[in-house]
């Protein structure tokens, strides 16, 4: 990496113009060019000054002045404004496959100006025509020259009334119809409307709708999706049988026209189904070269996964934008002083750092981890298209949300993902793991480079320690075992199942009737722990509690003199911490 500094005649980083931030800035222990080279990359600072200089430099893309824009106003301007991009052709259709990090930062740019119109590009763009070009096959890539050239606006129907994240219960329909060799999709009632699609309310000509698929004698394939003009390109009137709009004013983004459809025996060609998970034929077979019908689901909604991923950089990119509003404010405010002349700026406060800094230092962490997800799931996409299987290929289809086989998880398991749940960890398996006991064959999303595979013990074997460590002749404290924190299901004694209603804190006994404050027995039966925890030869403690009088608790909770508690220990261990 050459320096900025070497390069005086640069213009990537022009120095700012001379104001209240200029002490600050000249203060900075580091090059603050070098480290924004660094983070970014030559290629992707220049793209973006670009692309602002465009912006900047276009009158249609002045902020308004004065009263605020009423919503017909701000989503005809919003369009607009989405057609001027692709008129400046910032990335091409052969650079928008191949190069993803410029298309990250093409949206990032759009997003700081405004999110109403970098959702309508991303929506248009890289949700509806990835959805074409990774679930459909050859005779539906004649569609994305005409998405560039703005021919068609398109859209992502999958959201009902009714159902949301439960996909597998949408209840719009498509039936085959050998004779004429047509699907009819059809809402069969208010319920199956989709709802609040991006680009749907006025903009939007065609749709990819999700749909229950059914071939001729009633038999359900699943979810689908089916590519559907909804209105007329050139007068841009719905089409016969096709009930759409805008529903109206939202909280936020209201440039974007969120709509509603709800289709009436509407009919497409059998070519408009996307095919690339499964087909049918023209006598009204289906067929499939994905036999497991799980992985078939997850297919079919793998373009579900770019709208995720793209949630966490909108996210991320706020977060910078605010962060950078509240330092630059707090390094030019000033409040007090050694004299009444000399004020100090409220950034130099140490409250003002400790509230501040550490968003600072999140907003470098998530940006990394934001822009390597969504790298990593284009290659994913781009793997599963050319038919990789390849061993990272199948650990990142598994990582992948929308890519994970669909399966149950399995009884016991850790709930959540504890982190407490390291004080079981047998040993570590480095991705991809494959087999059904490991965790990461059940967790949905990326938990750690190296995976640690956990073993849920739901009855102690003959041996084992107790909380204290004393070993005992039957068994051990129920929670001294791998469960983190006494899942239901997870039985800690035998023929005795752990009920979220039961307590563990101190002064709490497991049991109702049972109470664990000092000097109340409740008559210990034989093998059981006195009221002064000695220890006996048949069972431990039901919960590992410490005695009236002050043992250490295996759980975290401390005696009832304040000893400290071996919770607090294994913090202090960093099994908590990440």
């Known amino acids: 990496m050459v320096p900025l500094g070497e390069r005086s005649n640069d213009p990537v980083l022009p120095d700012p113009p001379q104001g209240p931030l200029h002490v600050a800035r000249a203060r900075a222990s580091f090059p603050w060019k070098e480290l924004a080279l660094f983070w970014e990359g030559e290629d992707t600072l220049r793209f973006k000054k670009t692309i602002f200089s465009a912006l ?123 004779t004429t060799q047509e699907f009819i999709i059809h809402s069969p009632d208010f319920e199956a409307a989709k709802f609040w699609v991006g680009n749907m309310g006025k903009t939007a000509t065609h749709a990819v709708v999700f749909a229950q698929l059914y071939t001729p004698g009633g038999r359900c394939h699943g979810l689908h999706p089916f590519l559907v003009q909804i209105r007329d390109p050139k007068t841009l009137l719905p089409m016969p049988g096709v009930m759409v709009g805008d529903i109206g004013k939202k909280l936020g983004q209201n440039g974007l026209d969120n709509g509603f459809a709800m289709f009436h025996k509407v009919r497409i060609p059998r070519q408009d189904l996307l095919n690339r998970s499964g087909d049918v034929t023209p006598e009204g077979a289906y067929v499939t070269h994905v036999k497991d019908v799980g992985q078939r689901f997850s297919e079919s909604l793998g373009s579900l996964s770019a709208n995720r991923v793209a949630i966490v950089g909108i996210s991320v990119v706020n977060l910078k934008l605010a962060v950078s509003i509240a330092l ?142 004393q070993r005992t002749a039957n068994q051990g404290s129920a929670h001294s075992q791998g469960s983190a924190h006494s899942q239901p299901g997870v039985s800690t004694q035998p023929g005795v199942s752990v009920r979220p209603e039961v307590s563990t804190r101190p002064g709490v006994s497991a049991r109702p009737e049972v109470s664990a404050r000092p000097g109340v027995s409740a008559r210990p039966t034989r093998g059981q722990h006195t009221a002064r925890g000695q220890h006996t030869a048949n069972q431990g403690s039901a919960h590992s509690q410490g005695s009236a009088y002050g043992q250490r608790s295996a759980h975290g909770q401390g005696s009832a003199h304040g000893q400290r508690s071996a919770h607090d220990s294994l913090w202090a261990k960093g099994y908590f911490r990440g």
Not at 85 to 96: Q, T
Not at 101 to 116: F, I, Q
Not at 396 to 408: K, Q, T
């Open 56 to 178: 900047e430099n276009d009158p249609l893309f002045a902020h308004p002045r004065g009263s605020r824009l009423s919503v017909e106003k701000y989503q005809e301007l919003s369009f607009l404004r989405c057609k001027r991009v692709f008129e400046y052709d910032f990335l091409p259709l052969g650079d928008m496959l191949g190069s993803l990090p410029k298309v990250l930062a093409l949206v990032e740019c759009l997003g700081m100006y405004d999110w109403s119109l970098a959702t309508k590009f991303f929506l248009h763009v890289l949700t509806f025509g990835s959805a074409i070009y990774s679930s459909g096959s050859e005779r539906h890539f004649k569609y994305l020259p005409k998405i560039f050239s703005l021919e068609i606006f398109g859209c992502f129907a999958l959201t009902e009334v009714s159902h949301g994240s439960n996909t597998k219960s949408m209840r719009t329909t498509a039936h085959y119809d050998p």
């Open 328 to 469: 630059r404010f707090s390094a030019t405010r000033r409040q007090f002083g050694p004299t009444d002349k000399e004020e100090v700026p409220v950034l130099e406060y140490p409250l003002q750092q400790w509230r501040l800094l550490p968003y600072l230092a999140a907003a470098y962490a998530l940006d990394h981890f934001s822009k390597s997800l969504f790298l990593d799931l284009g290659e994913l996409q781009q793997g599963l298209l050319g038919k990789d299987r390849s061993v990272r290929q199948s650990w990142d289809a598994r990582s992948m949300p929308c890519h994970r086989p669909a399966r149950p998880w399995p009884r016991g398991r850790p709930s959540g993902g504890s982190r407490s749940a390291a004080r079981r960890v047998e040993d570590t398996a480095t991705w991809p793991v494959g087999s059904r006991d490991t965790w990461a064959g059940f967790c949905p999303y990326p938990y750690h480079v190296t995976h640690t595979r956990l073993r849920v013990s739901t009855r102690p074997t003959r041996g084992q320690h107790t909380a204290r460590g």
